[in-house]
């Protein structure tokens, strides 16, 4: 049977603290606030720097010559005096209080006990009790090293109830655990079952991953006392999920001994000394228990001259620090050893003293073993009263131990039973929550698209009336030409016919990109690629906000234009899953926000280098847009390296779709409009690029138009 050592309790009371980091400031802090604060207020800060160095989960580097403990305790000592010399009544217990949780991390449990009563007495004159809970725990823990089980009971309930008072869920968590744990000792497993799987209840439902694999370790070590080792097994390898064995003492060093023992039962002997090789044996507090625990590995082969000085040695360290239950443990292991060499004398003295320790506690497991053992040296003795009364007393304690193992078969019957339909429930709770979050994705993406097909739609409609309105008023205007005699006045007006005009092509212009970029989301959406309709939805928002915004003026800035030209490229490379590379170079002692241009002058070019050179070449194509100012002109060069436009007009000859850029015949019209208005050429030139084989190449165009201002 594995009893669950001290460095399991440990590790459990250990619960997630603040990064190291976080602690280091802190620590910082209150070590500048000290010099300045006095009584009170100064046993206060010296015990949170008590309990700020506990916390610390690591040593920073810069303080690796610092022992924690030691630190913690000066701290600690330093509060005690200075809460004595004012009467601190709160500063006395708190301080205690950390003075026993040093004496808890060094193992020494009688000190730690007499600590924690001190403690308590003087928290029942304090009107602060910050750490009365922690204190009742520490004296558990305390009184369960010394195997008394029923008061380490009595202490961890009043723990309990303190921290159930406080709302504390993790700290309860915490506090049943140990409980748990101290029941698995006494040997009633039923209650320890009971108290793990409401612990794990806890653990899972506050997300508490640490303490969820520690009470997996701790059901593991309690189907390893009712002899189902592969179980135990199953439950220690969901405890150390994701972790490897190397790992398993940063997380909780008990699981290597637990593992390594359940193989030892098996007799696999060879995997168990796998997981005994990644011991941690640089610290008294880990050896002891690798001594004994390795030991009884050897015990198991028969290796009784190897695992005796393994027991000897683990001995005096649990003796040193009083710690009961490991010192009945080891010397009934000393025992078994003794009686397989045939020293009846030296494996007498072990189980007598076993057994003492053990009426003490009321350890019927050890009163079982040490009794069957006085019985066999008795009878070889031939001391038969004495042999027949140590057999009586060990039938009696087998009867005892295998009803409480019967009941905790049951209880592990019925834990397991439970836990298949909390996992069964969670899983259904698991599929609904998908299914209904599945529907409410499909519902959101469904309003956005009715969202934005509602803004397109009124948006078209608001255009056609301005469209026709902007019509009404050139008609109007082309009549008062007609009247008009003065040039002057037909010169203004003619200005006022050329703006009327850019704006209906202009109002033109909007939904006709508008149109091309709906496609594209109706062919994600039809493909349900969820992800780049999403995306493509984004961009395409933004993109409708800036032309909404730029179709509002004639003209609009350089930045303005190239931030729109940006936005399409990003939307058409995604479209095309990155089918086309782009690069859009502008010098820089150009003034884009100052320089003036007509709003998507650009795009229907690039959409067309796009559509009719790059998407038709089998490769990856690459697209460059380079911006120039040369002699008060600006100049926009649009360079493909597609399959060139007489391989594309053949292409689009043989379609069954005949279809003509309505892009480039509006932007086409808007130049023009822009020549008549300025009296300037802005033509646009379009030439065929070649290769040295004389092969196609490309296409470059480029397109010229004068440097415009405010």
Not at 21 to 34: A, P, W
Not at 184 to 193: I, L
Not at 428 to 446: M, P
Not at 615 to 632: F, P, T
Request: proline share 2%; hydrophobic share 40%.
């Amino acid at each position: 049977m594995s009893i669950i050592k001290r460095i399991v309790l440990l590790s459990t009371q250990l619960c997630l603290v603040m990064p190291c980091f976080c602690q280091r400031e802190k620590i910082d802090s209150l070590k500048r606030e000290l010099p300045s604060l006095r009584d009170s207020a100064r046993v206060d800060c010296l015990n949170e720097l008590s309990g700020a160095f506990l916390k610390l989960e690591k040593v920073p580097t810069e303080w690796k010559d610092i022992n924690i403990a030691a630190t913690a305790g000066y701290y600690a000592a330093s509060a005690y005096e200075e809460a004595k010399k004012i009467n601190y009544t709160h500063g006395i217990a708190e301080s205690l209080s950390y003075k026993g949780e040093i004496e808890r991390l060094s193992n020494n449990f009688p000190q730690l006990e007499k600590i924690c009563h001190e403690a308590i007495e003087w928290y029942r004159d304090a009107p602060n009790k910050k750490r009365l809970a922690e204190t009742y725990y520490n004296l558990g823990f305390a009184l369960y090293a010394q195997s008394m089980f029923t008061e380490a009971i009595k202490n961890l309930d009043t723990s309990y109830q303190l921290y159930e008072k406080n709302n504390n869920t993790r700290e309860m968590c915490k506090v049943n655990t140990t409980a748990a744990v101290v029941y698995e000792e006494s040997g009633n497993y039923e209650k320890a079952f009971e108290l793990a799987r409401k612990g794990l209840k806890l653990a899972t439902e506050n997300n508490d991953d640490w303490l969820r694999r520690t009470l997996l370790s701790i059901i593991g070590s309690l189907f390893e006392d009712i002899q189902d080792y592969p179980t135990a097994l199953a439950y220690c390898f969901q405890a150390t999920q994701n972790l490897k064995p190397n790992e398993y003492n940063n997380f909780n060093p008990r699981l290597l001994r637990v593992i390594a023992e359940l193989y030892s039962q098996q007799k696999q002997f060879d995997s168990a000394k796998y997981y005994y090789s990644f011991f941690d044996t640089t610290n008294e507090r880990g050896l002891r228990f690798y001594l004994v625990s390795f030991g009884e590995c050897y015990l198991l082969q028969k290796e009784y001259k190897e695992a005796l000085p393994n027991f000897i040695r683990g001995l005096d360290y649990h003796k040193r620090l009083n710690d009961r239950n490991w010192v009945m443990r080891t010397l009934l292991d000393i025992a078994k050893t003794y009686l397989a060499l045939r020293n009846n004398d030296s494996a007498f003295k072990y189980a007598n003293e076993s057994l003492n320790i053990a009426m003490q506690s009321g350890a019927k497991q050890v009163i079982r073993d040490a009794s069957e053992i006085l019985s066999s040296i008795y009878d070889h003795w031939r001391h038969s009263d004495s042999a027949y009364f140590y057999y009586r007393q060990f039938t009696t304690m087998k009867d005892s131990v295998l009803n409480n193992v019967i009941k905790g078969r049951l209880a592990a019957y019925t834990f397991e039973q439970k836990m298949e339909l909390l996992n069964k429930e969670k899983r259904i709770q698991q599929a609904q929550l998908q299914k209904e979050s599945l529907w409410r994705k499909f519902l959101v993406i469904g309003i956005i698209v009715l969202m934005f097909l509602a803004i397109i739609i009124v948006r078209i409609i608001m255009l056609k009336r301005k469209n026709e309105t902007n019509k009404r008023a050139l008609a109007e205007n082309e009549l008062q030409l007609q009247k008009l005699e003065s040039e002057r006045t037909k010169a203004e007006f003619q200005h006022q016919t050329t703006e009327l005009e850019m704006q209906a092509l202009r109002a033109q212009m909007n939904p006709h990109f508008i149109f091309n970029s709906l496609n594209s989301i109706n062919r994600f959406i039809l493909q349900n690629n969820r992800s780049q309709a999403s995306e493509y939805l984004t961009k395409f928002s933004r993109l409708v906000r800036l032309i909404l915004q730029n179709s509002q003026a004639t003209l609009i800035t350089l930045q303005s234009e190239l931030e729109s030209l940006a936005l399409y490229l990003e939307m058409e490379a995604l479209r095309f899953d990155y089918h086309f590379a782009y690069k859009i170079a502008v010098p820089g002692d150009l003034d884009v926000e100052v320089l003036k241009v007509p709003s998507l002058i650009i795009q229907p070019y690039v959409e067309n280098a796009i559509w009719h050179g790059l998407m038709h070449k089998e490769e990856k194509g690459q697209l460059d847009i380079e911006v120039s100012e040369v002699s008060n002109h600006l100049f926009f060069k649009i360079t493909d390296d597609g399959i060139g436009r007489k391989q594309a007009a053949a292409l689009a000859s043989k379609s069954a779709t005949k279809h003509k850029s309505m892009g480039l015949r509006i932007t086409a019209d808007r130049i023009a409009m822009m020549q008549r208005s300025n009296g300037t050429e802005s033509p646009v030139t379009i030439n065929d690029l070649v290769n040295a084989d004389g092969s196609a190449a490309g296409t470059e165009v480029i397109i010229k138009i004068p440097v415009m201002y405010d």
